[in-house]
């Protein structure tokens, strides 16, 4: 009775979530938050909030004045009579409770708030513990040096490595649900939550057995259904078939259940055959589609699936008749002129026409037997679609030629470091009949890799060097490419930061690797690339430049040599590295999509910078436990959500630091669901460093003296800061207002930004600097794609003063 899944996704996604890194220090914890404690007790409803960007969480929501009980008397007064206890309205911050995390949000955020969630439907089963000692409360939890399994009464030891030596301390699971596990300390006092599903199966499967009467078969059915709940497939249908067997009298009232279980986990291997085509996976999404089990499954599952099977059908039929009519098409044409170069063209498309290339050719495959076009105008078609794409074909071939030779250039001049020969390759791009600098934007989304990279093993991380000659220092990183990676498909990437005293390997591998085989990264179709910011034996990050440098020439670097997309570009980190994406993350929000410090301290920088950031997104993971990371990061994150930011702060309770893989699938479901800002036609930034003087669009320079110098640091992490402030405007009348403590000034435009048709001014410090007509600017256009390496935001035009 058991419904199996096929080889290649048979690991369930519970499966993924087993391993959890261990740091290696010692580090102070966090004290507890009476106000939540308060609230929660006069408050907690169990439901589910909807953040606008599409997040759910399910939980007890419980409305709550500031993260911190001093935070909360000192900004609003006293929380206890504030409010009424059951009324949301006037409370700035949600905290959602789903047993093992207290996730806080910003209530303006939210589009949704439902406290209507019966968790009675839930199976839970308790397991009874004696606690013994409890009089000695645990408020320090540092790493894991040893962590024994759970045996089949929930119990295991937890080794801490504390300045004292070992500790060997004794836990007790004492309920399971479908969700996460409660375990208390047995003879300290320590509470905390693990995921079900961070369990092995065996091993959970042995506590669930030893809580109930394997002969009450209502009872058995119970932990199948928990298993169900759980999103454990496998061990449910597994459950089912033993129940089936030990009883046979209950074949008919398992039926609906089995018909449940074959339903959810169809839809499971489905939503697994959804992603792995979005991540341009096909191969392995072909293979699970022709093992895809089809026996009593739901009709409207069976319909996607066909609509797979035929999409990948129509796909290969198209790829087939392309080869097939170009071939026939060119011997049509008796041009000997342009023989070569159209033998050439068909020699690339053959080599590189698959799945993710064939819509260059639509506007060819759709007139191919169009009977009032010649075959030159067809191969026209074919060859200009695969160059700038198949919305910007054109039919004459002398032209769609030129923009091969066209191609060849933009690539030649991107790749070139002699900076002396920039204006005669523009000057000859330019003189090619049909190619403007419109052409060129239209071109370089589809263009080759700028930097060569061979990958001999795409499926294991490999080093790579930036070349940069411009490069101040040397900079590398290490990249982790996903499954079948293919440059003709775009990638979002993770820039992930190590901790100190680990590698970037194993950065690489908690993104993108699990034991010996593909992690979520590899499986969603993320590129990774854990850049090397730290200098060697450095312990821990503070204000450094080095660091900013090295992160930002190493995505750029990336995205000359792999198919990044550039507004989903997300900056993330453990420990010290989470410090770091504090600070990076912040100084230069127009990078990213969206940054994730797990286990780290914001920077002295911060409280200046957060401002800044209004439109970047924020997930934080951090431990109860672990130092004084909420006090730290409270005063900043409390202000981000009380202004209303989009900011996820996810605190486990009674936990430490830690790596927290727990949390990897909701990262990934959450980092799905955004991409970098449309860049602002408002901007007010405040700036403490001459490295932090790009945002968006506009870039300063020649900063006063204090600012060169830095700021002085006056104890306890902080700093005393005369910033300036850069303020930006495009008004009506296209109109560019200026306003800053810096000397210089440039600004990279496009029609998104200001109207190419109208005279633009550009004020500076109420002067006037420009009075004009923008005009498109090929070089200035690719000189910013040499440097960044962004394809996605392209200006056409630059303005310095």
């Given amino acids: 009775m058991t419904v199996r899944l096929f080889p290649e996704f048979e690991t369930s996604l519970s499966q993924w979530s087993r391993y959890v890194s261990r740091s290696g220090r010692l580090l102070l914890a966090g004290s507890l938050c009476l106000l939540v404690s308060l609230c929660y007790s006069l408050t907690a409803q169990a439901g589910e909030v909807e953040v606008e960007h599409g997040t759910i969480l399910r939980g007890d929501v419980v409305p709550i004045l500031g993260l911190t009980e001093t935070l909360s008397s000192r900004l609003e007064g006293d929380a206890e009579v504030k409010l009424p206890p059951r009324k949301l309205e006037g409370y700035p911050i949600i905290m959602v409770d789903d047993g093992v995390v207290r996730y806080f949000v910003s209530r303006r955020t939210l589009t949704r708030i439902n406290n209507d969630q019966d968790l009675s439907l839930y199976e839970t089963f308790k397991l009874p513990q004696r606690v013994t000692g409890r009089g000695q409360m645990l408020k320090v939890v540092g790493s894991y040096e040893n962590v024994t399994d759970f045996d089949k009464y929930g119990r295991r030891t937890v080794t801490l490595k504390t300045n004292r030596g070992m500790l060997p301390l004794l836990q007790g699971v004492t309920e399971i649900t479908p969700h996460y596990l409660k375990i208390t300390g047995l003879k300290q006092q320590w509470d905390l939550g693990m995921r079900t599903t961070s369990v092995k199966e065996e091993i959970l499967d042995a506590m669930l057995k030893n809580s109930i009467d394997p002969l009450d078969p209502n009872e058995r059915i119970a932990v199948a259904r928990f298993y169900i709940q759980a999103g454990l497939y496998l061990p449910a249908g597994v459950e089912f078939a033993r129940i089936e067997e030990d009883f046979p009298e209950y074949k008919e009232k398992l039926a609906g259940f089995v018909t449940e279980l074959r339903t959810l986990q169809s839809q499971q291997l489905l939503n697994e055959l959804e992603q792995r ?310 100084s230069h929000p127009g990078m990213f999509a969206g940054v994730i410090p797990i286990a780290g301290n914001s920077s002295a920088f911060n409280l200046h910078y957060w401002q800044n950031d209004k439109d970047l997104a924020w997930y934080i993971v951090g431990g109860e436990l672990d130092r004084d990371t909420l006090e730290h990061n409270s005063l900043l994150v409390n202000r981000m959500l009380r202004r209303g930011y989009d900011v996820i702060y996810a605190e486990y309770k009674g936990r430490g630091y830690e790596h927290y893989y727990e949390e990897i699938h909701r990262l990934f479901d959450w980092m799905e669901l955004h991409q970098r800002v449309k860049y602002p036609k408002e901007i007010e930034a405040k700036i403490l460093r001459p490295l932090d003087n790009r945002y968006f669009w506009i870039r300063t320079d020649g900063f006063p003296r204090h600012i060169l110098q830095g700021p002085e640091y006056v104890g306890n992490g902080r700093i005393r800061a005369r910033p300036v402030t850069l303020g930006v405007s495009i008004k009506l009348g296209n109109v560019i207002y200026v306003k800053s403590g810096g000397k210089s000034y440039s600004l990279w435009l496009n029609p998104e930004l200001v109207d190419f048709d109208k005279r633009l001014e550009v004020h500076v410090n109420n002067k006037t600097k420009f009075n004009d007509f923008l005009r498109p600017d090929m070089k200035a256009m690719l000189d910013d794609v040499r440097n960044r390496g962004d394809r996605q935001k392209l200006f056409d035009a630059r303005l310095d003063f």
Avoid at 462 to 487: G, R
């Fill in 277 to 586: 085509r979005k991540a341009g996976q096909h191969r392995l999404a072909q293979t699970a589609l022709a093992k895809f089990p089809t026996d009593n499954v739901d009709q409207s599952i069976l319909r996607q699936i066909r609509e797979f099977e035929n999409d990948y059908s129509h796909r290969r039929e198209r790829i087939e008749k392309a080869l097939f009519r170009l071939g026939e098409l060119e011997a049509e044409v008796k041009d000997v002129k342009n023989r070569d170069l159209l033998q050439a063209c068909r020699r690339e498309v053959n080599s590189q026409l698959n799945y993710e290339s064939i819509d260059r050719l639509g506007a060819f495959l759709n007139l191919e037997n169009d009977d009032s076009l010649s075959a030159r105008e067809k191969l026209a078609l074919a060859y200009s679609g695969w160059i700038v794409g198949a919305a910007n074909v054109v039919t004459n071939l002398d032209t769609a030629l030129n923009l091969w030779t066209a191609r060849a250039h933009v690539l030649e001049y991107l790749r070139n470091e002699d900076e002396q020969l920039d204006d005669n390759m523009i000057e000859t791009l330019s003189k090619l009949e049909g190619v403007s600098t419109a052409v060129v934007k239209q071109m370089i989304p589809l263009l080759p890799p700028i930097l060569d990279t061979p990958i001999r093993d795409p499926e294991n991380a490999f080093p790579v060097q930036v070349t940069d000659p411009q490069a101040q220092v040397p900079v590398s990183y290490s990249v982790l490419l996903p499954l079948e990676y293919n440059p003709h498909h775009t990638y979002p990437m993770i820039v992930a930061l190590r901790a100190a005293g680990s590698k970037a390997e194993t950065e690489l591998h908690w993104w993108g690797k699990y034991k010996n085989g593909p992690g979520q990264s590899q499986r969603r179709g993320y590129i990774v690339i854990a850049p090397e910011y730290l200098t060697e034996g450095k312990r821990e990050y503070k204000d450094n430049a080095s660091a900013h440098y090295a992160v930002i020439q190493a995505i750029r670097d990336a995205r000359k040599r792999f198919s990044v997309d550039s507004d989903r570009i997300f900056l993330a980190g453990h420990g010290t590295g989470a410090d770091a994406a504090f600070d990076i993350g912040m």
